[in-house]
């Protein structure tokens, strides 16, 4: 029975341990193994690319790895920031007096930043200064979804990585994958439809089944989950092009209409139609 489940959010307890665990990113995490095991390690590496789709995840992992690890939970050498939420100088002032201090425990003292783009302009200058001339021992990760906000006296001091958007397709493999682990259930058309409205992040698609598993009762269905994503009966869709072909406005506005009344958002049966009209 689904709810009997001992329930920690699936994103969370799925997080990959390994970067052979890694979704839809072989081309960041092979490079980055092979790097490791031939000991080439950057001084600092940038990780850009859509939301969710692992770059704090492989950025863990890489710290992980780098200090031989099981976690870094209880590490002192990992400390990680997150761009969006301190943004002021006083937390880079703070990280240019930790870096004079060497690791404790491992090899390297590294620093994974969150949402990098959102530093001000007096933050980047400070991390400038200590990416100028790093410590043997520190490494520095900087995450981003928006890669043009960097500044290239950053960029062009860090490794590049650009991770991708997630095809459905193996959206759709992992959710099976981790509800067969689960020993749950679920109709193919379910998964298919959360792994399109996830939108090529692997992350939304795992909130959404999240969601999705405390409506379901025995199984996982198209209808409660339909009805969970806010998503429209693709016959909507279907007779919306049929009367935009007839040019019958009325009958397009009152069909719309009544999509909208239902409780289903402008946004969702926007997104809906366009992906209907693409498909």
Request: aromatic letters at 6%.
């Amino acid at each position: 029975h689904i709810n009997n489940m001992n329930y920690i959010v699936l994103s969370r307890k799925w997080r990959p341990k390994n970067f052979d665990q890694v979704v839809g990113q072989d081309h960041v995490t092979k490079v980055i193994s092979n790097a490791l095991n031939s000991s080439k390690i950057s001084h600092s590496y940038l990780f850009s690319g859509p939301r969710g789709v692992g770059k704090t995840t492989v950025a863990r992992i890489l710290a992980k790895k780098l200090n031989d690890l099981d976690s870094i939970e209880s590490s002192l050498d990992v400390i990680e920031m997150d761009g969006a939420s301190n943004r002021g100088i006083d937390e880079i002032r703070d990280l240019k007096d930790s870096v004079k201090y060497v690791p404790i425990n491992g090899k390297y003292k590294v620093f994974i930043i969150d949402e990098a783009h959102m530093l001000t302009k007096e933050a980047f200058n400070a991390l400038l200064k200590t990416l100028e001339e790093p410590p043997a021992y520190v490494v520095f990760i900087l995450a981003t979804t928006e890669n043009q906000k960097i500044p290239p006296t950053i960029s062009s001091r860090c490794q590049k990585y650009e991770f991708k958007r997630i095809s459905a397709e193996d959206i759709l493999t992992h959710l099976k994958f981790i509800l067969d682990k689960e020993g749950c259930i679920a109709e193919q058309e379910a998964l298919r439809s959360i792994a399109l409205k996830a939108d090529g992040s692997l992350r939304d698609a795992l909130s959404l089944l999240d969601k999705v598993i405390t409506l379901s009762e025995e199984s996982i269905t198209y209808e409660t989950t339909a009805n969970a994503l806010g998503l429209v009966d693709q016959q909507v869709y279907l007779d919306l092009i049929a009367r935009i072909k007839e040019q019958d406005i009325a009958a397009c506005l009152k069909s719309i209409e009544s999509a909208v009344n239902s409780g289903i958002s402008n946004t969702n049966f926007l997104e809906g139609f366009i992906r209907y009209v693409r498909n």
